[in-house]
């Protein structure tokens, strides 16, 4: 015990003066900053329209305010140590659960959708930082041999009692998208932590049959899927969200619009500034600018993997695994439902549409990462 | 510590395990994705480039100005002036959140609107397009678009139309017609040129942002309007203004109950002048119904069914029964009865039936006729009686005329025989509309052929009857034309109203000139017609309608509206009474018909053509024919005042002498310093005036009185006492029963002494 208590205070020591690692933190604020460049185009005609062509800005203000929160956040993030966060994943999750009910009993609605609490003036959404909660809390659950996790008991059973603690609060809100993003993250980090791929592929089989039995029985959900096969059946109604995103790609070409020149951000295409931000980027900026934002979204995840590789104990890998998972996941998701894909589900794309709550979150998470990747460099030293 | 916060050194699988999630999340996941993003923005560019243009672009049509209107002096009468309309958008004001109901409150207030309505329209949200105004002037748009500024409202909207304004409301308003909601020519001219004056409405393809955003990178495309023609009308405003004026006096003179109508044509070129149908509209607002009886029953209808249960069967019937009856009566008023309807001529038509037997040489000039005021004609069942049961005697042609006598009539008709007078009546264009350009033209009932000539058969009373314009139909134009080829050399030519199309380059794309169908009777034969019509003025029934110094001539008429029943199914005897004149008769070139239709009884005025039509006509050509330039043909036995002013008393006296003056001399000077009346006035012959010699004139205004009622003795007596001088006008005979009917000058008006007030006069007995 005392050794491993002098090791603790060696990396702690460490870490205040180990760098943490640039090429992420380069590629994050190179994506960040393009994020609000792009909320900025493509939202400036829905504020314009808002306040009556007298502001074009309403929504970028809102969001650069978050993004300062959350790279405040992020600062901090990354300098708290990993154990900080290994003794706070229980506390945190119960409150998470505790935040989650409260959205059930005193949520306030936007948009139709009853998902934000107001606590002490502060409006955000709970949903938000129950999956940061329930990744610290898988992180905390993994085993350290991987003998253990292949266990039903360990590697089944524990991940999930946590998964469902969360998923019964989604899904009495009717969360869908979250229940999703929440499941997937799960699945790859139960992997990635050692459960038994048969036992993830039965539960993935499960979940399949779930969303079956409740397609054909919520018709809501299932004009949602007529709506993806075949959008242009219904082109004003239900088709209309997904053939203005379409027009939007497509018109955008090989080189697109040019920066700011959308045309469908004009209220053709409703969500333009969150959901439905990357439909406006393929429009200005074409297949090349597109692309190229990918390709950063993929180089931030490889190095978030390459992070999560070098961290120097299981938590912190299965934690900043989780993390990076969750945004490759979010990306992958919205780009796949933008672009007709896959059906549509309210999923955001990281660091580009807007919504306070999940980029200050989504930046304070990345925090941890970056503190994550103090600890591997301080692993090397180490060795 | 034994959980997962633990270094752990080696493990592979945890290893190998990421990578593969690296693998698959950070490479692998966004190969789809690029594939289908080059799917999209590659492979299918054109068709979503295109998709998106058409999504983002709005073609708007852009109407084409309306051509205007002119008479043939280029005044104008109709031109389309800029409006608005304002329309909502529920869909839009439901997304602001917008404060319906007090919305709806101040577009009531601001549009003069039920709130509750407007709040069904702003509610509707099924809708992206609730029209609450249609065609508002400018000023009221400016106040919607400063409410719209104030309170911030999204979802009011204002889109610009036209609006056909005419300028000179009611008059030729059937005639002209007038265009509906959407701008489409309705009735009259408006309809039957629409297509010259529509023009073809143009496009704007603008790209716009959704909810009628502006959108800086937008381009629009444009495909011009090209305006409609406009139309030079051969109306001529003064000459209908006349007409009306003239019309509208004898109705509320006889207290006319059915309206009136007439017309003025050149008999030479077919061009209709003026033509009226009073009991009209304001082509403005022609929707309101303009007969204050019908407005009132309608509004008692109105009544009715508004104070019934909304939605309740009887409520329905009474509403329907309601809409009936004023779509009956805008009908009503928007219908053109000279070319519409047809109407029983009655004597007015003994002028093609003498024409016509005078050119095939069925009687000349010198037949003879006798009428004893009832005679039993062959192939006739009943008497046939005169319109004067004293019978006229011994009668030649021209008198037969003259008095307008029937069985005279009777007789001709039988001397012309079936044949000719079917085959006359035929070339005189009675069996066919006469080719008017207005749409709604009618062509009248005429008797089949058979039933005029197999008089073996059908016996002699259609023929007979026929010959004096009884027991059949025709349109007035139809009978103005008739009488026109009778008077202009034997020529049934085609009327025409619009003269020519021009287009906004000004180029002429439509021109009508004169066209002759054929000659229906010799040159001959019309000239003695000409001098027959004149002597019916001069002599006959139609002495009302002389016009001081001018040769006119026409013929009256009077018929029974034979067709129209009383509620017990009896014949009314309801009577149109009609003249048609023609001037000047040397050399005919204007025909003015006028018809009223059912004068009242109550005025104790004896109904007849020759009492009520014959001088409306006339005054009517009095307005007129000094303005259209016709040559009086006789000098007046009126005389201008010359300027007498420094002559010497020879002189002056020598001057007076040859104009049949007298003077009565004032003062001892040498020259003329004043007289009464001053130079330019138009005195009676004979008149006395007064000359001063240095004394100072005395001339007091006298206030004029009502000669109405007055012979033409009490008359002159009346104004010589006030030292006015009389101009007379209308029938000149001096007899107890041709009194004053009207007077130029108002009773009461200010006139100075040595004036002339202006008396038509009227034999109230005149008769046909």
């Known amino acids: 015990m005392a050794a491993e208590r002098s090791l603790y205070a060696k990396e702690e020591r460490l870490s205040r003066r180990k760098s943490i690692d640039f090429p992420f933190l380069f590629l994050l604020l190179l994506l960040l900053t393009l994020g609000l460049g792009m909320l900025y185009s493509a939202s400036s005609a829905q504020s314009q329209y808002d306040t009556h062509y007298t502001d074009s800005t309403r929504y970028l203000q809102k969001q650069a305010v978050c993004a300062f929160i959350g790279l405040g956040a992020m600062a901090i993030a990354s300098r708290i140590p990993a154990k900080f966060w290994y003794q706070m994943a229980w506390p945190l999750y119960g409150i998470s659960i505790g935040l989650l009910l409260m959205v059930l009993f005193f949520g306030e609605s936007v948009n139709g959708a009853k998902r934000w609490v107001n606590i002490l003036g502060l409006q955000f959404q ?57 499941g997937m993250v799960a699945v790859v980090m139960m992997f990635i932590a050692g459960t038994s791929p048969k036992w993830l592929l039965t539960g993935a089989a499960l979940a399949g049959l779930f969303v079956l039995v409740y397609v054909s029985f919520m018709g809501y959900a299932g004009d949602r899927i007529t709506a993806w096969q075949h959008p242009e059946s219904d082109p004003s109604d239900t088709g209309y969200q997904i053939l203005q995103s379409l027009y939007a790609i497509g018109s955008g070409g090989l080189f697109g619009l040019g920066l700011g020149k959308s045309r469908q951000k004009y209220l053709y295409l409703p969500f333009q500034y969150n959901d439905y931000i990357f439909a406006v980027i393929c429009e200005e900026l074409g297949l090349v600018g597109a692309t190229a934002i990918l390709l950063l979204f993929g180089a931030l995840i490889l190095r978030g993997y390459w992070i999560a590789l070098r961290a120097n104990n299981r938590f912190s890998t299965v934690l900043a695994a989780g993390l990076v998972t969750l945004i490759a996941v979010q990306t992958l998701l919205n780009i796949g439902v933008v672009t007709n894909l896959l059906p549509s589900t309210g999923i955001a794309l990281p660091f580009f549409s807007y919504g306070g709550t999940a980029l200050a979150v989504n930046l304070g998470e990345m925090g941890i990462l970056l503190s994550i990747s103090r600890r591997n460099n301080a692993q090397e030293d180490l060795l | 510590m034994k959980d997962s916060y633990k270094r752990v050194h080696g493990d592979s699988g945890q290893h190998r395990r990421i990578l593969w999630m690296a693998l698959v999340l950070g490479v692998l996941g966004f190969i789809p994705m690029i594939a289908r993003l080059y799917d999209l923005m590659v492979t299918h560019y054109d068709y979503y480039a295109e998709k998106a243009l058409r999504n983002q672009t709005r073609t708007t049509t852009v109407t084409a100005d309306r051509g205007i209107l002119y008479d043939r002096n280029m005044n104008i009468l109709a031109c389309s002036v800029g409006v608005e309309n304002i329309y909502l958008d529920p869909n839009e004001l439901k997304q602001s959140q917008t404060d319906i109901p007090k919305l709806s409150q101040d577009l009531a207030q601001l549009l003069s609107l039920d709130a509750a309505w407007v709040q069904t329209q702003a509610t509707d949200t099924t809708m992206r397009y609730k029209q609450i105004a249609a065609k508002v002037d400018a000023q009221t748009a400016a106040q919607v678009r400063q409410y719209i500024n104030q309170t911030n409202t999204k979802g009011i909207h204002l889109e610009p139309d036209t609006k056909r304004y005419y300028p000179y409301g009611t008059l030729a308003s059937q005639v002209i017609g007038f265009t509906n909601a959407s701008n489409e020519g309705s009735e009259g001219i408006e309809a039957a040129y629409n297509s010259y004056l529509t023009g073809t409405a143009g496009q704007v393809i603008t790209t716009k942002g959704n909810n009628q955003m502006d959108m800086p990178y937008s381009y629009e495309a444009y495909e011009d309007a090209t305006p409609g023609c406009s139309l030079v009308l051969t109306i001529d405003v003064t000459v209908q203004t006349a007409l009306e004026k003239q019309m509208r006096l004898a109705i509320d003179r006889y207290d006319v109950q059915n309206g009136a109508f007439g017309m003025v044509m050149n008999v030479k070129t077919g061009e209709i002048l003026a033509m009226a149908t009073l009991g009209g509209y304001d082509p403005n607002a022609y929707l309101e119904i303009y007969d204050p009886q019908l407005a009132a029953q309608a509004e008692d209808l109105r009544q009715q069914y508004l104070s019934l249960e909304p939605d309740t069967d009887a409520y329905k019937q009474a509403k329907q029964t309601y809409d009936s009856f004023r779509s009956n009566a805008q009908l009503k008023q928007w219908r053109n009865r000279c070319i519409s309807d047809g109407y029983e001529p009655g004597s007015t038509f003994k002028v093609m039936t003498m024409a016509a037997a005078l050119d095939c040489g069925a009687i000349t000039l010198d037949t003879s006729f006798h009428c004893a005021g009832a005679e039993q004609i062959p192939g006739r069942s009943q008497r046939l009686h005169c319109w004067r049961s004293a019978g ?102 085609e009327p025409y109203i619009v003269a020519e199309a021009v287009d906004a380059q000004g180029n002429t794309v439509l021109r009508q000139e004169t066209t002759v169908l054929r000659q229906v009777i010799s040159q001959e034969t019309s000239k003695i017609m000409c001098t027959l019509l004149e002597s019916v003025v001069n002599e006959g029934t139609a002495k009302n309608a002389k016009v001081a110094g001018y040769a006119i001539g026409g013929k009256t008429g009077t018929s029974e509206k034979i067709d129209v029943l009383d509620a017990s199914g009896q014949p009314t005897l309801d009577k149109i009474v009609s003249f048609v004149g023609v001037a000047p008769m040397d050399d005919p070139e204007y025909i003015i018909l006028v018809a009223l239709d ?69 003062g001892t000077e040498e020259a003329v310093t004043s007289q009464i009346p001053a130079a330019g006035q138009t005195v009676p012959g004979n008149s006395q005036m007064w000359v001063y010699f240095g004394q100072t004139e005395t001339q007091p205004q006298v206030e004029v009185p009502d000669f109405t009622g007055m012979t033409r003795q009490q008359a002159v007596d009346a104004a010589g006492l006030l030292g006015l001088y009389v101009l007379v006008t209308g029938n000149d005979t001096v007899a107890p029963h041709v009194v004053v009917t009207a007077q130029q000058e108002k009773p009461g008006t200010l006139l100075d002494t040595g004036s002339t007030v202006t008396l038509q006069f009227t034999d109230i007995k005149a008769a046909d």
């Open chain 1, 126 to 182: 709970p949903s938000e930082i129950a999956k940061f909660t329930l990744i610290l809390l898988f992180a905390r659950l993994t085993r350290i041999y991987d003998t253990d996790a292949k266990k039903f008991r360990y590697g089944v059973l524990g991940f999930g009692a946590a998964l469902l603690g969360i998923l019964i609060p989604l899904a009495l809100e009717k969360h869908l998208s979250a229940i999703m993003l929440m």
């Open chain 2, 392 to 493: 006229h005697g011994a009668q030649t042609t021209a008198n037969a005329l003259q008095n307008s006598c029937n069985l005279a009539f009777a007789h001709i008709a039988l001397k012309l025989g079936g044949e000719r007078f079917y085959d006359y009546v035929e070339r005189f264009g009675i069996l066919e509309k006469t080719g008017l350009d207005l749409a709604g033209e009618s062509k009248g009932v005429f008797f089949s052929k058979e039933l005029v000539t197999d008089t073996d058969k059908w016996g002699t009373a259609s023929l007979t009857s026929g010959s004096f314009g009884q027991t059949f139909k025709l349109t007035p134009i139809q009978l103005v034309r008739g009488i026109a080829a009778v008077v202009n050399g034997g020529y049934l030519i």
């Open chain 2, 598 to 666: 059912t004068p009242s009884r109550s005025t104790g005025i004896y109904i007849s053509g020759g009492v009520m039509a014959a001088p409306t006509v006339g005054a009517v050509m009095g307005d007129i024919l000094p303005y259209l330039g016709v040559k009086r043909n006789e000098p007046l036995d009126h005389v201008t005042i010359p300027d007498l002013t420094g002559m010497t008393k020879p002189q002056m006296e020598k001057a007076l002498k040859e104009l049949g003056l007298t003077a009565q001399i004032q």
